[in-house]
Antibody, heavy 119, light 110 residues
């Protein structure tokens, strides 16, 4: 059974960088699939942040591209998100999820982590 | 502002059939499969329909999806109280080169 688990800080100060990690168990991220991040501001809808393939290829939402880096650590079977220059508008629940390339079929999700941007 | 358009709310009584719609464009729904997600309060989204009209194992056949042109629909028949949730449509957008979501529809079971 594939399981994803987000980890990282629940509180980030404005202008700082958010660093989140998604640990994957029950499946090797080197095997297949694309591994992505989706966020959901409180009371609002879902927004795709970005996706990576185990080869290191990354695909970013253009609205976040200038601030975003997604990387992979295949030896630890996990991938990470770095989002710089955080503002209150970045306050959201951040999910990691698995999908296929070219499809929006997120079939496995982490439980999500609430990140609040506040001084 | 979400790329895909959904009505913010829908409602029905137990046993009824309700339909949730999702509207897009030729660069997203018009040329790609549609996916539907159910999000119960406080939980992560769950894949409900894939490839526009297929159900993952374990999803009751009360849930069905369809797509026509640049629009898609999710139908729920035999409505139950446990169906009360937020429902999101999603698809790949060729212009964005990434997934896009609808704004979500909050389903209330009266």
């Amino acid at each position: 059974q594939v399981q994803l688990q987000e980890s990282g800080p629940g509180l980030v100060k404005p202008s700082e960088t958010l660093s989140l990690t998604c640990g994957v168990s029950g499946y090797s991220i080197r095997t297949a699939y694309y591994w992505g991040w989706v966020r959901q501001p409180p009371g609002k809808g879902l927004e795709w942040i970005g996706t990576m393939y185990h080869s290191g290829n990354t695909y970013y939402n253009p609205s976040l591209k200038s601030r975003l880096t997604i990387s992979v650590d295949t030896s630890k079977n996990r991938f990470s998100l770095n989002l710089t220059s955080m503002t209150a508008a970045d306050t959201a629940v951040y999910y990691c999820a698995r999908h296929s390339g070219g499809y929006a079929n997120f079939d496995c999700w982490g439980q999500g982590i609430l990140v609040t941007v506040s001084s | 502002q979400s790329v895909l358009t959904q009505s913010p709310s829908a409602s029905g009584t137990p046993g009824q059939r309700v339909t949730i719609s999702c509207s897009g464009t030729s660069s997203n729904i018009g040329s790609n499969y549609v996916y539907w997600y159910q999000q119960l309060s406080g939980a992560a989204p769950k894949l409900l329909i894939y490839d526009s009209n297929q159900r993952p194992s374990g999803v009751p056949d009360r849930f069905s999806g369809s797509k026509s042109g640049t629009s898609a629909s999710l139908a729920i028949s035999g409505l139950r109280s446990e169906d009360e949730a937020d429902y999101y449509c999603a698809t790949w957008d060729d212009s964005l080169s990434g997934p896009v979501f609808g704004g979500g529809t909050k389903l209330t079971v009266l």
